[in-house]
C-alpha cells in the first residue's frame, strides 16, 4: 500500500505533519504534541484497567445474588437499577465490594 493509500484509511499524513510543523515551528507545538501524547496514554492506561475490572466482574458473577447485591446496593445508596454485572460493578466502583 502507498502513502496515499495510508493517507486516506489511516490519516497518516496529518500526525506527520503535525510533527515536521513542530520540528519546524520550534517547542511550542512539539509540547501540545507532547501533553496529547499524554492525555492518550493516559486515557489509554484508564480504559485498560476498565477492562480488566469488567473481565474481573463477570468472572464474579456466578458468586453473588441479585437481591444481596440490591441490597448492598441500597444500603450505599447507589443504583439498583440495571442489569446484575452493572449492579456489580457499581459496587465495586463504588468500593462497597472488593473482588478477589
Known amino acids: 500500500m502507498g502513502r496515499a493509500g495510508l493517507e486516506a484509511l489511516y490519516g497518516i499524513q496529518p500526525k506527520l505533519s503535525a510533527i515536521a510543523r513542530a520540528v519546524v515551528k520550534g517547542d511550542d507545538d512539539l509540547i501540545k504534541l507532547q501533553q496529547k501524547y499524554s492525555h492518550l496514554e493516559e ?21 453473588y445474588d441479585v437481591q444481596w447485591l440490591k441490597a448492598q446496593a441500597r444500603d450505599a445508596q447507589l443504583t ?16 462497597v465490594l472488593q473482588l478477589d
Open 43 to 63: 486515557e489509554n492506561s484508564r480504559l485498560k484497567r476498565w477492562i480488566e475490572l469488567r473481565i474481573a466482574v463477570d468472572e464474579a458473577l456466578p458468586r
Open 80 to 95: 439498583v437499577g440495571g442489569t446484575k454485572s452493572q449492579l456489580l460493578m457499581r459496587l465495586v466502583e463504588a468500593g
